[in-house]
C-alpha cells in the first residue's frame, strides 16, 4: 500500500510539473504586412516613411517599402523604384474601391489602406487585420525550399511571392523635385520581388532562388489571394 501511495504521488508530480512548465498551446501568428507604396519625389510621402520606420521593428508587423516610378519625371527619379511595384500598387487600388493610385499610400494585408500619415490609425487597422487572420496555410523553410502546407483552398489561385528588402534604414540626399536638398529616411525599402509560384489549398514547395541585388538583403514570403487581392499568409525568412 505504502509503495503505490509512493507511486501515485510521483506521478501526480511528475504531471504537475509537465504542465506547469510546457503551458498552454498557443497559436501561431504571423505577421500582418504592412505595404507603403511612395517616392522620394512627393513631398508628403516623408511622414509616412517615418511612420514605417516606426512600424519596422515590430515582431507581429511585416513592413515593406515600394518606391513607385510615376513620379521619376517630375524632377528626380527615385533610387529604388521600379515598375514591378508601380504594377503592384496599380492592382490594389479597384479591390480597395480607388480610382487612382496615390502616394503615400499604406496597404495593410491587402484589405485596408490609409494615407500613412496618422500612425494610430495605421496601429488600428493593423489590429483589426491580425484579428481577421484565420485557417491560414504554414510556410516553412528548409534549406532552399519553401514549403507552403496544406489548407483551405482559396477562391482563387494564390500567388506566392518573394520579397527582397534593405533590413535598415537608407539615407537619401534628393538633389532635385519636390525633396530637393532634403536628406530622407527610407526604411525597409524593397529591391526585388519575385513570384514563386501559385498555391491552390494543396502543399507545395518551391525552390528559394539568390538575391540577384548582390548585398545583404532581408527576405519574406507572401501568400496572397491574386493579383490586388488579400494577404493569406506571410514569413519573414
Known amino acids: 500500500m505504502w509503495q503505490r501511495q509512493v507511486f501515485r504521488a510521483q506521478v501526480l508530480m511528475a504531471l504537475a510539473?509537465?504542465?506547469?512548465?510546457?503551458?498552454?498551446?498557443?497559436?501561431?501568428?504571423?505577421?500582418?504586412?504592412?505595404?507603403?507604396f511612395t517616392s522620394?519625389?512627393?513631398?508628403?510621402?516623408?511622414?509616412?516613411?517615418?511612420?514605417?520606420?516606426?512600424?519596422?521593428?515590430?515582431?507581429?508587423?511585416l513592413a515593406l517599402s515600394f518606391a513607385v516610378t510615376y513620379w521619376n519625371d517630375l524632377g528626380w527619379d527615385d533610387t529604388f523604384s521600379k515598375q514591378a511595384f508601380t504594377d503592384r500598387q496599380f492592382a490594389y487600388e479597384g479591390p480597395l474601391g480607388r480610382q487612382s493610385a496615390y502616394t503615400p499610400q499604406m496597404v495593410?494585408?491587402?484589405?485596408?489602406?490609409?494615407?500613412?500619415?496618422?500612425?494610430?490609425?495605421?496601429?488600428?487597422?493593423?489590429?483589426?487585420?491580425?484579428?481577421?487572420?484565420?485557417?491560414?496555410?504554414?510556410?516553412?523553410?528548409?534549406?532552399?525550399?519553401?514549403?507552403?502546407?496544406?489548407?483551405?483552398?482559396?477562391?482563387?489561385?494564390?500567388?506566392?511571392?518573394?520579397?527582397?528588402?534593405?533590413?535598415?534604414?537608407?539615407e537619401v540626399p534628393v538633389a532635385r523635385g519636390e525633396n530637393r536638398r532634403r536628406v530622407l529616411q527610407i526604411g525597409h525599402a524593397v529591391r526585388e520581388l519575385t513570384r514563386l509560384g501559385t498555391w491552390s489549398g494543396a502543399a507545395l514547395s518551391l525552390d528559394l532562388p539568390p538575391a540577384q541585388e548582390g548585398?545583404?538583403?532581408?527576405?519574406?514570403?507572401?501568400?496572397?489571394?491574386?493579383?490586388?487581392?488579400?494577404?493569406?499568409?506571410?514569413r519573414k525568412l
Open 40 to 61: 522620394q519625389g512627393c513631398s508628403s510621402c516623408p511622414p509616412a516613411d517615418a511612420n514605417l520606420i516606426r512600424l519596422m521593428d515590430r515582431p507581429d508587423i
Open 215 to 234: 548585398r545583404e538583403l532581408a527576405g519574406a514570403i507572401l501568400v496572397q489571394d491574386g493579383p490586388g487581392g488579400h494577404i493569406l499568409a506571410a
Open 108 to 170: 495593410i494585408d491587402g484589405t485596408a489602406d490609409s494615407v500613412g500619415h496618422d500612425l494610430s490609425e495605421v496601429e488600428a487597422l493593423v489590429t483589426r487585420a491580425a484579428a481577421a487572420q484565420s485557417s491560414e496555410p504554414a510556410i516553412d523553410v528548409a534549406g532552399e525550399k519553401i514549403v507552403v502546407a496544406a489548407a483551405a483552398s482559396p477562391a482563387r489561385a494564390a500567388d506566392v511571392w518573394l520579397v527582397r528588402y534593405d533590413p535598415g534604414i537608407a
Open 17 to 36: 510539473f509537465a504542465g506547469l512548465f510546457a503551458g498552454p498551446a498557443v497559436a501561431e501568428t504571423r505577421p500582418v504586412v504592412v505595404e507603403l
